[in-house]
């Protein structure tokens, strides 16, 4: 499965194209060998750029877990290079107005060539051509098929080529000179995000489809190894040839496009997905940086070089100048990347086991629910379990900080819990309350739900005042009064003592898209909806209607109504992850399930692991214990299903059975696992993520039950904010780029 897997070998590699694009632009063999100068910077150093975008497509359309298309997220991508090109345009500035680039001669053209496709600076034209390319073939993926693409894209690259590095021959022809001297008047050249770009990153998308297929092998991806190897050996040639006969021969423009890039691009991004590898978020992130950066550094060097008077040595020398240009570029990037990026995984001082709860992501989501519906309706934040497992107390008071006045509880007992912490705003008890605890309603000013007309007579009856909320059974025959019972339904409206401040129903198939299903729901809210119309024309209030609760929201999200009652998407949820809705919208898991290390220890073959002895080592093998397990919350069968844990960034298949607080898990994969390491069982750990979806998939649930079982016992604790700080997340834009 593509999707679970890291590929820390593509980051090294990127960090090494980035120094061949410092190469490119110092000439580090120029005072050496003006021929082995050439090879390097006008043959070799071109795989590097053509190899970034690869990258970037394959992690940007990297196909869902069951192997289909995904949806990738193209407005944050959209975004966050926007982001990076706008920071590039302005670190640039200085020196292009110093310069005079955007002198009196400007016009508004020759700006939005250079804003679209030129970058401004020599090296910033990735951006914009990254920016074009993903989005054309982010375009053209939603109608046709990978084939089609590379085709289409194929036939782009092949007109940018003949105004590139096969110029001469065009150059020869009338006609096409002429069409090219109007395409460089647009374009200003061809190595850009129309002509250039589109190929590798569909190429890089087309990887994706097929890599998943490589792990599946059977001897991890060797085969795929030694043919894409030498399928990288052979192209390497070839573009050596290519470009040394174009050379020749006299025919480039520009030497920037050939086609052997193709093949060999491809063969060595094949050849280094072959094989999961650690992903390393802090190399990919230099990377980055140093492509953004080295064309500064070269100025600043060449300037303090002038202002010291060693311009012979330091700039003279081709080499010492590459040399010293690469190193501060490193130094710089290093102290940027340790910055920006802390360290994964650093866990909490003195827990076993631990939830975390990131309350940000919490005010997202709500926001993002909010901005789902229409104008007028507000958020009723159902609490209920812990807030699904997320801690309750803190959930509402952070909710009622953003604005929402409204939650939601299962029983009494959780609607105390809340009031004693302090929490203000209506708490509405969805369930039945027995009689002998009516009074604390009251006591706490909570709100009830009046369960049928009967459960009405007997509020009354009790004789204090209550706040109440009427439920409409209209199709879950659960708890409500039956719709169609029309005098029933007026009746518990006309009680003296029962203040009716609101009216709701609920939903019991708004997760499906399935036509008949629909129908139902539609039916569910005609229902409702002839309920409160009988109510207005008796001449009394139904108060705030509400009918939806998450998939209600998704999927319906036009209702007028008061307000909506979300639980699992607040959270960050869908139930299940494979859950098609109308409306997607973005929402982030609030909750992460973590534990430490207690013992890391070899297992030699044939020994086994547990209770029921029933995992035994196939070969000699690493086992780390972790100290979490179903007593808090850990599905007991998860063992069995696939599951792992994630451990400095990588998966850690779980061996043996789950014990109640512990369980075991195979690190022979992952070395320097030790003793109080944090181990994430829910949660992101560097690129991995295990998902409460992923684990309720496997063990044939849905992700309320998962999380609702988390924390029982593990303490809870609250994610700083002070990590999220703005100049942190702005400096860790860089790593949006892989
Ligand atoms: C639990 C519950 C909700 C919230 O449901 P989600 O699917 O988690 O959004 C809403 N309304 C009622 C009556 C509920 O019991």
Redesign the pocket.
């Known amino acids: 499965m593509a999707a679970d897997r890291s590929f820390g070998r593509v980051d090294l590699v990127k960090l090494v194209a980035a120094l061949f694009v410092i190469a490119n632009h110092t000439g580090p063999l120029t005072s050496w060998n003006k021929e082995a100068d050439f090879v390097l910077t006008g043959i070799l150093s071109h795989l590097t750029v053509p190899f970034f975008f690869l990258a970037s497509g394959f992690f940007f359309f990297r196909p869902a877990k069951d192997g289909t298309r995904n949806k990738p997220p193209v407005k944050r991508f959209l975004w966050r290079v926007g982001g990076l090109y706008a920071l590039g345009l302005l670190l640039y500035l200085p020196v292009n107005l110093y310069t005079g680039h955007f002198g009196p001669g400007l016009t508004v053209g020759a700006l939005l060539r250079d804003l679209f496709f030129g970058g401004t600076f020599y090296h910033l034209w990735y951006l914009p051509a990254l920016l074009l390319g993903t989005a054309t073939i982010y375009a053209l993926r939603l109608r046709l098929r990978d084939r089609t693409i590379l085709i289409l894209a194929g036939a782009l690259y092949a007109v940018g080529l003949f105004g590139d590095s096969y110029y001469g021959l065009s150059a020869k022809s009338g006609a096409l000179s002429g069409f090219y001297a109007q395409l460089f008047d647009v374009f200003g050249q061809t190595r850009n995000g129309l002509f250039f770009a589109p190929l590798f990153i569909a190429l890089g998308a087309y990887a994706g489809s097929q890599a998943g297929d490589a792990g599946r092998e059977g001897d991890g991806g060797g085969r795929s190894a030694r043919r894409y190897g030498g399928l990288f050996a052979a192209s390497l040639a070839l573009l050596l040839l290519e470009g040394t006969v174009l050379h020749r021969l006299g025919l480039p423009l520009h030497e920037d496009m050939y086609i052997a890039l193709i093949p060999a691009d491809y063969a060595l991004f094949r050849l280094l997905t072959a094989r999961s590898s650690r992903s390393r978020r802090r190399l990919r992130y230099m990377s980055t940086a140093t492509y953004l950066l080295h064309p500064l550094v070269i100025i600043l060097v060449r300037g303090a070089a002038e202002l010291a008077g060693v311009q012979t040595i330091v700039v003279g020398n081709s080499f010492v100048f590459f040399a010293v240009v690469t190193a501060l570029t490193l130094l710089i990037a290093a102290a940027l990347a340790i910055l920006a990026l802390p360290k994964a995984s650093r866990k909490p001082g003195g827990q076993r086991a631990w939830v975390e709860i990131d309350l940000a992501r919490l005010d997202h989501n709500a926001r993002a629910l909010r901005e789902a519906l229409p104008e007028g309706t507000g958020l009723?934040a159902?609490v209920?379990?812990n807030a699904?497992g997320h801690g309750a107390v803190g959930v509402a008071k952070r909710l009622y900080r953003g604005g929402v006045r409204h939650f939601?509880v299962?029983e009494i007992g959780e609607a105390v819990e809340l009031r004693k912490a302090g929490v203000k705003g209506d708490i509405l008890v969805?369930?039945y309350t027995p009689t002998e605890r009516l009074a604390e309603l009251i006591r706490w000013k909570l709100t009830q739900?009046v369960i049928h007309a009967d459960d009405a007579r007997r509020l009354q009856a009790h004789g204090g005042r209550f706040k109440v909320h009427v439920?409409i059974d209209t199709g879950m025959n659960r708890?409500g009064e039956q719709s169609g019972n029309d005098d029933e339904i007026r009746s518990m409206y006309r009680h003296s003592r029962l203040e009716v401040t609101g009216t709701?129903s609920?939903l019991a198939e708004?997760?499906s898209l399935d036509p008949a299903d629909i129908a139902f729901s539609r039916q569910q809210i005609d229902r409702f909806r002839r309920a409160v119309a009988l109510v207005w024309s008796a001449g009394l209030d139904p108060g705030r209607l509400?009918l939806?609760?998450?998939?209600?929201?998704l999927n319906f999200p036009d209702l007028e109504m008061d307000l909506a009652?979300?639980?699992?998407?607040?959270?960050g949820l869908l139930?299940s992850e494979s859950d098609a809705t109308r409306t997607r919208l973005d929402l982030r898991p609030v909750l992460a399930l973590k534990a430490s290390v207690s013992r890391v220890h070899p297992v030699k073959a044939g020994e086994s692991v547990g209770y029921g002895r029933s995992f035994t080592a196939a070969s000699d093998t690493m086992i780390a214990t972790v100290a979490i397990g179903y007593a808090d919350g850990i599905p007991r069968e998860l063992s069995e299903r696939g599951g792992s844990v994630l451990i400095h960034g990588r998966r850690a298949p779980i061996v043996g059975r789950i014990c109640m607080d512990q369980l075991t898990v195979d690190v022979s994969g992952i070395p320097d696992v030790r003793q109080g390491d944090a181990a994430t069982i829910i949660g992101e750990d560097g690129d991995e993520r295990i998902t409460a979806g992923e684990m309720a998939a496997r063990t044939g649930t849905i992700t309320?039950e998962i999380v609702c079982a988390m924390g029982m016992r593990a303490a809870k604790r609250f994610v700083p904010e002070a990590g999220r700080r703005p100049a942190r997340k702005a400096l860790a834009g860089l790593h949006a780029l892989r």
């Open positions: 009723m159902v209920k379990a699904y939601a299962a969805l369930g739900t439920k708890l709701y609920h708004a997760d509400h939806q609760s998450s998939y209600g929201i009652r979300p639980g699992i998407a607040l959270y139930s309320n």
